[in-house]
């Protein structure tokens, strides 16, 4: 497997009441709880239990690791956060939940975020239910309704009366279950225990009173990453989990809709090409029957399994290779990206072929175009801070979208060696240079539309090719945003791609270019004293000479840098510094 260990960042937001009571608390000893079920998550995608249904052709993977993790925060500094609210205490929805983190700390949205409640989800009404106040003068029996206070409906009961006042309300069994047969009017309810009121109106009578309670119903929900909106907010929601069910294995299930796994026993992967054939073979749906009712290990076939995403006990977490592989996906492909750690794998993606991205990915190693391959990249490329492009003999890559970092972070950059090429269309350059080596081109046709931004430069050594079309447009923005063309560069493209030069400048002053910064050459020798830099600069030459006495052609005097300033000398032999060259404290100066 060649992807590096990934590991997902994620916030624990745990909601209590107003006076900070229920749910988890900020305790030593509920934090251990909390942290314990982040390391039995991590053993459950590290450490694959095997599968109650194998097929002999399944290869597992190596050390059964999926090579997914998740991270809380570093120890003494954990991302476990409380909430006094008592609406959103035993509130079900997300949406709530996820406004108001967001109110209290907008970057909470960088992890994913599991939240914490003692609502109830899809729940149903406890038959139990309590007459408060039998109140007077009913002649008959109240009708009962229930009203949700978040959402609900299907509860049907009935009250009994006696001597004039409510003594019961009962739940009707009036239902039918999936097989038609009688059951409670339970209905279906989200919201906090207490979510639902009773309301007794009628029967001649006035002051009675009930209080029902919420049971039952989803310990979690999670939603799945969306492929096209790539900000968009992942969640998991854990529900009445301080009180009832705690079992990390629900966890690392939700966390599996996180990552784009649906339920085997629903008909998502039937007709789909994502079809699970070492989950189904050739039986799918798996069936509905969870692992607490029957012994997933029994009969092999038979759709009873210890699939994390079915239901069963804890330690039911089996996770096939198939299912990794579209969690590794989702962690390219979907929104579900940014909530990895930067992370590199030194094992390249090799392309021989010609591909068009016209999709957002994320990856996390190399790109290496060899000959054969050419690469348009149409989309929004996001690429690990350690990886490069390299581009080899016959390689060729176009870009005509954006390359970046996850973090926004300097990455290392796109390299262009002996034949092979580089054509910019529409882009920024910015957090990256531009290396074009000895035989290498890169080209700028007439619908060029590029900026180069804050210190990003373009590098084309000796013996490289640089083809920019007159009519292309080059912004140069900042003072420190360069072409460099160093000394015994050529003008137009290596013989290799002979018939595609198109309208080659061969003259800088040809060149369509506007900003602060500038074209850079190294035929010459600079002579730098008796003069103070006062702005960012990047100072190109043969050699470079700075200090009170360089030549006898100009006025002696020091060299000052002055505070706030940024100067770059780049010399294509040597940098000499003398005395009297000076940097002020506050300024930044170096030497390539």
């Not at 190294?522 to 830099?533: C, E, H, W």
């Amino acid at each position: 497997m060649n992807s590096p260990v990934k590991v997902i960042e994620i916030n624990f937001n745990i909601f209590q009441k107003n006076d900070g009571t229920g749910n988890f608390q900020n305790t030593e000893s509920d934090k251990h709880i909390l942290l314990s079920m982040v390391d039995r998550l991590n053993e459950i995608y590290s450490s694959i239990c095997p599968t109650s249904d194998p097929f002999d052709w399944v290869v597992e993977l190596p050390n059964n690791d999926s090579r997914i993790r998740f991270d809380i925060g570093e120890p003494g500094h954990e991302r476990i956060y409380f909430y006094k609210n008592d609406d959103i205490y035993g509130t079900s929805s997300a949406y709530k939940m996820k406004s108001f983190v967001e109110s209290v700390d907008s970057n909470r949205m960088k992890q994913l975020n599991i939240y914490i409640t003692e609502g109830y989800f899809y729940g149903r009404l406890n038959e139990n239910i309590v007459v408060t106040e039998g109140g007077y003068g009913y002649t008959s029996a109240p009708t009962v309704t229930f009203k949700s206070k978040e959402t609900g409906y299907g509860a049907k009961a009935t009250a009994q009366i006696q001597n004039g006042k409510v003594v019961s309300i009962t739940l009707d069994n009036t239902c039918k279950d999936s097989n038609g047969n009688p059951k409670l009017c339970s209905g279906s309810y989200s919201g906090g225990r207490e979510s639902v009121e009773v309301l007794l109106t009628g029967g001649d009578g006035l002051g009675a009173s009930a209080k029902c309670y919420v049971e039952g119903g989803a310990n979690g929900y999670a939603t799945v990453p969306s492929n096209s909106n790539m900000k968009y907010n992942n969640y998991t929601v854990l529900l009445h989990h301080s009180t009832g069910y705690r079992d990390p294995a629900l966890l690392a299930h939700e966390l599996g809709h996180n990552l784009f796994l649906y339920h085997p026993w629903e008909n998502s992967y039937c007709n789909s090409s994502d079809y699970l054939n070492d989950v189904f073979g050739n039986k799918c749906p798996l069936s509905t029957i969870n692992g607490w009712a029957f012994d997933p290990f029994a009969v092999n076939g038979d759709g009873i399994t210890n699939n994390l995403m079915n239901y069963g006990p804890g330690n039911y977490t089996y996770l096939s290779p198939m299912q990794i592989g579209i969690m590794h996906r989702s962690l390219s492909l979907s929104s579900v990206r940014k909530y990895v750690k930067e992370c590199y794998s030194n094992i390249p993606l090799v392309i021989t072929d010609k591909q068009d991205w016209d999709f957002d990915i994320r990856l996390y190693r190399d790109i290496e175009i060899k000959l054969g391959g050419e690469l348009r990249v149409s989309c929004n490329l996001v690429i690990a801070e350690q990886a490069n492009i390299i581009l080899n003999t016959g390689g060729k890559l176009i870009i005509d979208g954006a390359v970046s970092t996850n973090t926004g972070n300097i990455w290392q950059g796109i390299i262009v060696n002996n034949g092979g090429i580089l054509e910019i269309v529409n882009t920024d350059i910015q957090n990256y240079n531009i290396t074009v080596n000895s035989g290498g081109t890169i080209k700028f046709p007439s619908n060029s539309n590029v900026a180069i931004i804050n210190n990003s430069i373009i590098d084309v050594k000796k013996y490289g090719y640089v083809c920019i079309d007159s009519a292309a447009d080059i912004e140069l923005r900042n003072p420190l945003s360069c072409i460099n063309l160093h000394d015994g560069f050529y003008w137009g493209v290596h013989p290799f791609f002979v018939g595609s030069s198109n309208n080659c400048v061969s003259n800088v002053s040809n060149i369509n270019y506007t900003g602060k910064g500038s074209v850079n050459f190294y035929s010459s020798d600079v002579y730098i004293q008796n003069q103070a830099l006062f702005f960012d600069e990047y100072i190109t030459g043969k050699n470079i000479s700075a200090g009170t006495n360089v030549t006898a052609s100009k006025p002696q005097g020091n060299v000052v840098i002055k505070n706030g300033t940024c100067v770059i000398f780049e010399a294509e032999n040597e940098t000499l510094l003398h005395n009297g060259f000076e940097v002020e404290l506050g300024a930044e100066f170096e030497v390539k």
